[in-house]
């Protein structure tokens, strides 16, 4: 089974609050996106391997830490998920990013995906799925299957905000996934929303409403 961590890093909640805020204004509400998702990078990290690497310091020889040559990459699902993806990038800047774009019918609730572009040797990296909001879960398993259909092996996924039916279902479809969210809330309403949730995290990143 993947772990799963909720966070409870005080910056977190603090920050989490401005974005339900619906007076936070688009500028705003994008870097506190970036920054919640930077120090959730910071957190889903921390079993990364490392080797000792030679050097000389100013003063004298030394052995330090760096990564153990972990291909990694972020892929966002569009188009929320591109609001994560600087915070991702300042921790990770050497990740390459892959793209998978997906829209929610809003008959069914269910996703239709319509782009997929990811790093040639995706298969080779430990990917870090992201979107901001984890509602019904179906982008975020559809997103993950589309990543195991081409070889990945290692895959986390990063929410801010998951609905317990979504995490559940992620869970269950994806038992082998690491997830790494900010807040769980309390349920979805009658059409697919979060509650108390914080609105549509696209259009609120975007201004696009």
Same mark, same amino acid.
């Given at each position: 089974m993947g772990k799963l961590i909720?966070?409870? =890093?005080?910056?977190?909640? =603090?920050?989490? @609050?401005?974005? *339900?805020?619906? *007076?936070?204004?688009?500028?705003?509400?994008?870097?506190?996106?970036?920054? &919640?998702?930077?120090?959730?990078?910071?957190?889903?990290?921390?079993? !990364?391997? !490392?080797?000792?690497?030679? &050097?000389?310091?100013?003063?004298?020889?030394?052995?330090?830490?760096r990564l153990a040559g972990k291909k990694l990459a972020i892929v966002p699902i569009l188009r929320a998920g591109l609001g994560m993806v600087p @915070?991702?990038?300042?921790? &990770?800047?050497?990740?390459?990013v892959g793209h998978i774009g997906m829209y929610r019918d809003p008959d069914t609730l269910n996703p239709v995906e319509y782009y997929c572009k990811l790093p040639a040797d995706i298969e080779k990296r430990d990917v870090f799925v992201v979107d901001?909001?984890?509602?019904?879960g179906g982008s975020a398993c559809d997103a993950i299957a589309q990543l195991k259909k081409h070889g990945c092996q290692h895959i986390r996924f990063l929410c801010i905000i998951?609905?317990?039916?979504?995490?559940? *279902?992620?869970?269950?479809? =994806?038992?082998?996934?690491?997830i790494t969210v900010g807040e769980l809330d309390d349920h979805l309403n009658e059409i697919g929303y979060i509650v108390p949730g914080l609105g549509d995290a696209g259009d609120r990143i975007f201004g696009t409403k």
């Open positions: 909720i966070m409870d =890093h005080p910056l977190i909640k =603090h920050k989490i @609050g401005i974005i *339900r805020d619906k *007076r936070t204004g688009t500028k705003e509400f994008r870097e506190m996106i970036s920054e &919640i998702a930077m120090l959730e990078c910071y957190e889903s990290t921390r079993d !990364l391997q !490392l080797e000792n690497v030679e &050097i000389t310091t100013p003063i004298s020889n030394t052995t330090v830490k @915070g991702m990038e300042a921790m &990770i800047p050497s990740a390459k901001p909001m984890l509602a019904t998951a609905a317990p039916q979504g995490l559940e *279902r992620l869970q269950k479809e =994806h038992p082998d996934v690491d």
